[in-house]
């Protein structure tokens, strides 16, 4: 297997090779003065079948830039095949034109990274299902629930409740809340304008117990904090949970999320965590992407991972 890495997560990648073992390929990263981003593999990858692990980071623009740059890289070099294993896939959230004159932005960059030169795209968790289609490649989405299972199971918590922060995560969360054996709560929400949310109202029955709030990412954290001060409302118990697989953690987040009480903030590195506050778990993802990798290179089914 040859693994090449970009700079958004050498720690990722190197923990990916660890798991692999094998190591890291030699590839030449750097910018201009101009602030062009210049790429250039140090090795031979003719005829061969190429990982390149580049996340969406803090600077999705440059992530981009940077993996479309490699990609054609090493198309140009005559690889045979090219992977990209991205867990974090920028963009995302901008799946639809929800409001007049906007671009449908995550196809866009579905175009670019095929065009680039991708074959295929390993990725985690996307917000959307509908994303997947945007693609004209083979594109494998994993599932972190089962890292958070298995992390959650062994604190055995009574009485438990996924929460999902809307009605779009509630399938989601329902599916945690089946590999939890626990009750399911949705709240709807509203959101005035980017990055602010009010809860409006909680379906499900929450009062006087724990509750783990599930989403893909937290971003702001204003959601989040949002979420849940409607649960303590409607009398739920004050240790309350958040899970979410993408810590992108801007804006203000770290400084929301060191006030805010949870009983423990629980992520994975599907990206560079920036900052660290009291509570904060993060769960690594390398193990359960290095199987899937194994998987793919042996021709096995990916899905046999999830059955085990």
């Not at 993996?67 to 974090?88: D, E, G, N, T, W």
């Not at 724990?210 to 990412?217: A, Q, S």
């Not at 949970?241 to 801007?250: D, G, I, L, Q």
Request: include cysteine; charged fraction near 25%; charge should be neutral.
């Amino acid at each position: 297997m040859h693994l090449f890495a970009g700079s958004s997560h050498l720690a990722l990648a190197e923990d990916l090779a660890k798991q692999l073992k094998v190591k890291l390929g030699k590839l030449s990263l750097k910018n201009f003065s101009s602030g062009e981003c210049y790429v250039k593999f140090d090795e031979s990858v003719r005829g061969k079948d190429v990982y390149i692990v580049q996340t969406g980071s803090s600077t999705p623009n440059e992530d981009l830039i940077e993996l479309f740059l490699i990609c054609q890289a090493a198309k140009l070099s005559f690889a045979s095949y090219v992977h990209v294993v991205m867990p974090h896939f920028p963009y995302a959230r901008q799946d639809r034109v929800a409001e007049p004159r906007e671009p449908i932005s995550a196809k866009l960059m579905a175009h670019l990274l095929e065009t680039s030169g991708a074959d295929h795209v390993i990725t985690l968790d996307l917000h959307s299902d509908q994303i997947q289609g945007f693609f004209n490649i083979p594109v494998d989405v994993l599932d972190a629930r089962p890292v958070f299972a298995a992390y959650f199971k062994k604190k055995k918590i009574k009485d438990l409740v996924i929460v999902s922060t809307d009605a779009g995560g509630a399938k989601r969360a329902k599916k945690f809340a089946d590999m939890m054996e626990a009750d399911l709560a949705i709240m709807h929400k509203t959101r005035a304008e980017h990055h602010k949310a009010e809860i409006l109202e909680v379906v499900g029955n929450v009062q006087g117990r724990t509750c783990i709030i599930f989403d893909d990412m937290i971003d702001t954290a204003g959601s989040l904090l949002s979420a849940k001060d409607a649960l303590i409302k409607r009398g739920a118990h004050k240790e309350i949970y958040a899970a979410a697989t993408h810590p992108v953690f801007s804006g203000e987040a770290i400084a929301r999320l060191t006030k805010a009480g949870f009983a423990e903030v629980v992520v994975t590195d599907s990206m560079p965590v920036e900052g660290t506050f009291k509570g904060l778990t993060v769960l690594p993802i390398a193990p359960m992407l290095a199987e899937v990798m194994k998987h793919i290179e042996s021709k096995e089914s990916v899905t046999q991972i999830y059955k085990k």
